[in-house]
Every structure is written in C-alpha cells, then in structure tokens.
C-alpha cells in the first residue's frame, strides 16, 4: 500500500539537516564514560572537562547508513517470529505500567506478577498481538529479583517474543541467566534470542543516561536484539513546537544509532518513538491527544528516509475508563499510524496515559489490532476481485449473497469482530443489553479458564527455582 505523508520530502530533508547541525554544534551529554570514549575513538569531539559529545555530520551520516533495513521479534515457538517491516504491523504490548484494574473488583490496585501470569496467557491467546512486552510491573517481586518477577510469569504462559527492559547490569545478567536456563544454554539461547531488550539510553533534552546506555551497548556487543525509544515531550523536554520536537528527537536518534552501530556495525535497530506535546494547562502527559499520533506520523515518514523499520507508543488513552475518550483517542491515532506506514504498534491494554493495566482494554485493542492489520492488506485488485463478470451476470436487481464469489470471501474480505456489536437492537437487547467493556471482560474470562497449562516444563521450571531461591509462584489463578 502507498503511504499518508504528513511531511513534505523537502520538510522531512529539513529536519534531518537541523538534526545534524544540533549534533555537531551542541551534541549530547553523554554520562557514561565507555560511551564517550567508543565515541572519541570513533571520530567524535568531547572535552577533557565536560561530558558533552560532539558529532560531526559525516561521522553521523556514516554509521546511521549502517543500520539494515529490517528487525526481528523472535518467540520461544518460532511459528511466531515476526520481522519487520515485511510482516508489519506487529502489534506489541504497551508496557511497565505499576497499576491494574483488578478483573474481579474492578477496582485499581499495584500490579503484582500473577497479573503478569494472566496478561501473557491473555496475550498468547489473543490472535491480533504479536509481542508480549511485558505490561506491568510486579509489586511482590522479591528486592533482588526486580525484572525476573517480571520475565518468569511471561516466559511461563507465553511462547509469543516477549520484550523486557532491566535496570542495572547485575539486573541484566540475572535476566540472561533465566533465558540461558529456559533455552537450554547460553549458545542454544544466541542462536534464537526469543526475548528482545528495549531502553530509553537518550532523556530528552539531549542527554545519555549510564545505566540504559550501559545496557544497549551490552546487547548490541553480543549480537542480541536490542533497541531504543526517544521520548521528547513538547513543552517541558523538547520545543513547544512540533517541528522542532521532531529536530531534537531525531538528533537523539541518531545519536543512539550511532552508538550502537560503533559497537557492532550492522546492529538491527528500529526507529521507536514516545513523543508527545504536553498539555500546558497543567503539564499533563498527553500521550492520548492527536498530537502524539502526528509526531509518530512525522517521525514514520523520516524513517523511510533513513530505510530503518519504526514504530513507537501510539494508540493511546489518557481516559480513566475503557469509555469513548478511550475509544476515539486509540482509534485516531492509530488509524494515522497505519496510514503514514508504522511497522510496531506499542498499543495494548493500558489507560490513564501508560500508567494502569485494563484486561478489557486489552481485549478490545486486539479488536483494534486486527482492523489495523485489515488496513494494512488493503484492497486486492486482481481480475476476479475486481468483479467485472460477476457484476455483468448478476445484472440490475440481483443479488449476490448466494454466489461463489460471496461463499468463498466472507470470512476474509471483512474483520469477524467479536467484540463490536453489530446485531439489530432487539437481538442485543435479548442477549442482555452489554456495553462493549462487558463483552471485553466476557472474553477475558472465557480465555483465563482455557488452555492454561504452564508453558515451561517441570523440569525447568524446576532448575528456575534452585538458580533462584524465593522467586515469585508467578500462577495463573482463574476470574470467578
């Protein structure tokens, strides 16, 4: 399909000029040390006496043409592998939010990792996602043991490519050692990587963190996917502008391509996105209004500029309640996302702007996720689709619902939904008169009380628990 471009061509070459002339004259401050030097040695300029890095347009313009074209989610099943942007869209999990609205109560409560357990069976199961990143963070995880109360849980009840993002390195290692034991080894895990470690090493305005930038340099050495998101948000860490939020976000970009293709040329990467304007009103993180899916829109089209696969947190709420706020702001944004050609969708399951898990939400956007991927096959123009003979023997007054044509199309042509109501009201009145939040949880119940065997055998689940003492049960306990 053709794209939607927001963009001008000559706008697009605009920004990335502007990109480059903020990355030669003002650079970045670069906190980790390692980071600064691989830069030195690669021909960029820093101070004895700062940690501003400087970086000349043709050292920039180097490395960021080595990035290849394409990246992939691997599962622990390989039937689910996707790579981009071939199989695109691949819809992903929003993620890390610390709250749930707990499916029985309804009531908003910290996320603990048995919620983790019911989310990545959820998302297992549900056919319109394609990569669990893990949704929400886990209130019992024992001090030590931070993200593998988070990792155990998914790699548990899900066999789709999970996403994960650790704190520290001993973090990192432990995480690894998990995926090691999982995979049957360190060798046999590098040969099909089926966890893909994500980080935020670039906090606008302009500056690289230590422990992120340690963790994506980490990853790209060992040759395991890895990628970064920029996070600008316009008004109170980038220009209240969008323009020149999309100057800055993509200079922080290129930054962080470079690094890591200093690393490892050739590292796959994707170019990921989490910007916003602010709503200066109050200061609110807007990650629903329409504005966020215009700068991701923008951002899709500079991609394609640099031939490097994209996607990024769109599809968003900032509504309370699975309500029409909730509807209209994830529709919106990610109709424009499809259109201007984004490969990854982190769009499922959260409210309140990233910060609470909603099952029902999740139910609904993998609705969401099908129509998306319905645009995205567009229309077929072969002769037969084109319906010039069929349309000649029906003739005026016809009808076609009997035909061959019709037969062998209708559960393809159109999206089945299964949550949308689409029954005269007299039948939906019969049925019960639900809303659309009702059926969602009616759906999430039917999938928590089916096919729930733990997706890790005894056996490992076994060598887990003595590699490391007191992790969390991680159960799938059923919504009565």
């Not at 004895?48 to 394409?70: A, G, L, Q």
């Not at 790699?155 to 650790?166: S, V």
């Not at 996607?311 to 968003?316: A, C, E, M, N, S």
């Amino acid at each position: 399909m053709s794209f939607a471009e927001l963009l001008t061509q000559e706008q697009v070459e605009r920004i990335h000029d502007a990109s480059l002339e903020i990355l030669e004259q003002v650079g970045l401050k670069v906190r980790y040390k390692p980071a600064r030097e691989l830069f030195e040695r690669h021909g960029c300029i820093t101070s004895t006496d700062s940690e501003i890095v400087k970086f000349p347009r043709v050292v920039v313009e180097k490395y960021r043409k080595m990035t290849p074209p394409t990246f992939t989610f691997r599962g622990r099943d390989p039937k689910f592998d996707k790579t981009i942007p071939q199989d695109s869209p691949v819809i992903v999990t929003a993620s890390s939010a610390p709250d749930i609205i707990d499916p029985i109560t309804g009531k908003e409560r910290r996320a603990e990792s048995g919620d983790i357990a019911r989310i990545a069976h959820l998302i297992n199961e549900l056919p319109g996602y394609d990569i669990f990143s893990i949704s929400t963070l886990a209130e019992d995880a024992p001090k030590d043991q931070f993200t593998i109360s988070r990792v155990y849980p998914a790699l548990k009840y899900c066999l789709k490519p999970i996403r994960a993002t650790t704190t520290d390195h001993k973090d990192t290692l432990s995480v690894m050692e998990m995926v090691y034991i999982v995979a049957g080894g360190k060798e046999a895990y590098k040969e099909h990587p089926f966890l893909t470690h994500h980080y935020c090493p670039t906090v606008s305005p302009l500056t690289m963190d230590v422990l992120s930038t340690e963790n994506v340099m980490f990853f790209a050495e060992e040759g395991l996917p890895v990628y970064p998101t920029i996070v600008p948000n316009a008004g109170l860490t980038s220009p209240m502008s969008m323009a020149g939020t999309l100057v800055q976000g993509n200079a922080e970009y290129l930054a962080t391509c470079v690094l890591m293709q200093m690393v490892r040329e050739g590292t796959p990467t994707i170019y990921a996105t989490l910007a916003t304007v602010a709503d200066m009103r109050s200061g609110a993180y807007t990650s629903g209004a329409i504005e966020c899916g215009m700068l991701h829109m923008a951002f899709a089209q500079i991609a394609r500029h640099y031939n490097v696969p994209c996607g990024g947190y769109i599809g968003l709420t900032n509504s309370k309640l699975n309500d029409a706020q909730s509807g209209y702001e994830t529709g919106m944004s990610g109709m424009g996302g499809i259109l201007s050609g984004m490969d990854m969708f982190n769009i499922g399951g959260l409210i309140d702007a990233l910060k609470t898990f909603d099952f029902a939400k999740a139910v609904i956007d993998d609705e969401v996720a099908l129509m998306l991927k319905r645009v995205k096959r567009g229309i077929s123009f072969s002769n037969e689709d084109l319906g010039v003979d069929l349309i000649k023997q029906i003739g005026p007054g016809g009808s076609y619902i009997t035909a061959k044509h019709t037969i062998s199309r209708m559960k393809t042509e159109a999206v089945m939904t299964k949550i949308a109501d689409r029954d005269a009201r007299t039948i939906w009145e019969k049925k019960g008169s639900t809303d659309t939040h009702t059926r969602a949880m009616k759906r999430v119940k039917e999938i928590m009380s089916s096919n729930t065997t733990p997706l890790l055998s005894p056996e490992v689940d076994a060598k887990l628990r003595a590699a490391f003492p007191g992790l969390v049960a991680g159960e799938l306990l059923p919504i009565d």
